[in-house]
């Protein structure tokens, strides 16, 4: 039998920052457009998630209303912040008390740094969407300095993203606090580098099936120096869709809705992804050659 690893994320920030919004999004298929429909968080709410069949997510999304977060601060304390293998902060970045957030946020650190010493730290400043298109990048960074500067005890390892639940910046978010906490990914990666080289793939990818969120992904040769960065977690997105779109129409829940296979061929690659496992999907670029594409495809 497998081993279960349990890791305990506390997802914190203040109240209509937008932490329930991307946690329905992320884990539960909502779509965007959905997520006005949510209330504010009482308490906490408390999620396990099952994650690649041997990491089991203890999600605890924390109303960020004053008086919740005073009682996690006093009360509470030792209960919320011990054994946090992940903190997650998120900042709005449109606030209009950004220096109150970051004292609360300074606040919370140091309940963490006593009680966790060793977790990790990642800081979402989200709805970036918000922030016209040629502002973002400065106001992230003076944000960052700032927010860091706060950041005592995890001041050289926090990590910073800027996020939307209007574009892919979600997913790349949200894929590297997934790999930070997936105990074996290293492993996964060394079988996935022999997978690629056994078919000739360009580029294999990944996917964990709920979340369509990517695992790990392997880059060989020419692929190298594709300038679409961004393409995993573009990926990740077009899978959601996908997944929501076929649940509306088919009327089976985006949870359990199968997906089967989907190919693209041009004559300078070709591309399928398919299931792999029970928790996972594969993406495939490969060489156009139908020869190579479909022992890839058989493998
Ligand atoms: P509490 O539960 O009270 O702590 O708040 P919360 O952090 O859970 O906030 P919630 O997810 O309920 O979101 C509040 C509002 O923010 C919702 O109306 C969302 O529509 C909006 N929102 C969330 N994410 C984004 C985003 O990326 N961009 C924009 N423009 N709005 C967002
Ligand atoms: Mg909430």
Known sequence: TKRQK???????GKSGAGKSSMR???FSNYVAKDVRRLGATIDVEHSNIKFMGNLMLNLWDCGGQDGFVENYLTHQ?????????VLIFVFDIESREFAADVVSYGAIVRALAENSPGAKVFVLVHKMDLVQARLRSQLFEERVDY???????FRDTVEFFPTSIWDQSLYKAWTQIIYFLIPNARGIEGLLRELAEVVDARELILYE????????????GVEGQNPFTDRFERISSILKTHKQSMAKHTGIPAGSSNFAEMQIKTGRFMFFITRLTENTNLAASIPASEQIFNAARVN
């Open 6 to 12: 349990q890791r305990k994320v506390l997802l914190m």
């Open 24 to 26: 329905s999004i992320v």
């Open 77 to 85: 304390r030792t209960h919320v912040f011990s054994s946090v293998a």
């Open 147 to 153: 927010i860091r500067a706060a950041s005592e005890g």
């Open 209 to 220: 099936r709920t979340t369509c969120l990517m695992v790990t992904h392997v880059t060989r």
